[in-house]
């Protein structure tokens, strides 16, 4: 009696440690992972700019969570995060655009369910962020 009680309760703990797994791999993934979807670099080659999906987009049709990262060679200059609404899409590269200027990179990404938003990332660190209306983006283009 004690031997099938034994293999009972150890086959209950390893149904219970194989879903425990399994349900730690999909938070991770959906919450947590960071994907890379594009880069940019500026024209000299002195900076990149790396746009990374943070998890997956909420289901169904819920916000995708992102990052710019800025680099100068392999050290990282600064980090924004920001949210995409667009429909439960993904974080992918038709999403932005990457301007190069003198001191900065300005970033421009649009949603199928927001106005766009524009992200400046300065050379020595610092950041601005702004919504662009429908009213800015016609004078912008």
Same mark, same amino acid.
């Given at each position: ?9 150890? &086959? ?15 938070? /991770?993934?959906?919450? /947590?992972?960071?994907?890379?979807? +594009?880069?940019?670099?500026?024209? +000299?080659?002195?900076?990149? #700019?790396?746009? *990374?999906?943070? @998890?997956?987009?909420?289901?169904? &049709?819920?916000?995708?969570?992102? %990052?710019?990262?800025? /680099?100068?060679?392999?050290? %990282? ?8 609404? +667009?429909? @439960?899409?993904?974080? %992918? ?9 003198? $001191? ?7 949603? +199928?369910? *927001?106005? $766009?938003?524009?992200?400046? #990332? /300065?050379?020595? @660190? ?5 919504? #662009?209306? $429908? ?5 912008? *283009?």
């Amino acid at each position: 009696m004690k031997i099938i009680m034994k293999f009972v309760l150890g &086959f209950v703990a390893a149904i219970f440690i194989i879903i425990a797994v399994c349900w730690g791999s999909f938070v /991770y993934v959906s919450n /947590y992972k960071i994907t890379k979807a +594009d880069t940019s670099v500026s024209p +000299d080659g002195t900076y990149e #700019l790396v746009l *990374q999906a943070v @998890g997956e987009a909420d289901f169904p &049709f819920g916000s995708a969570s992102g %990052r710019l990262v800025l /680099y100068e060679g392999k050290s %990282r200059i600064s980090q924004a995060d920001f949210e995409l609404f +667009d429909d @439960g899409r993904s974080i %992918r590269s038709s999403i932005w655009e990457a301007t190069w200027h003198e $001191d900065s990179v300005e970033v421009i990404w649009s949603g +199928d369910e *927001q106005f $766009d938003e524009q992200m400046i #990332l /300065y050379f020595d @660190g610092k950041k601005e962020r702004k919504q #662009l209306t $429908d009213e800015k983006m016609l004078s912008f *283009q």
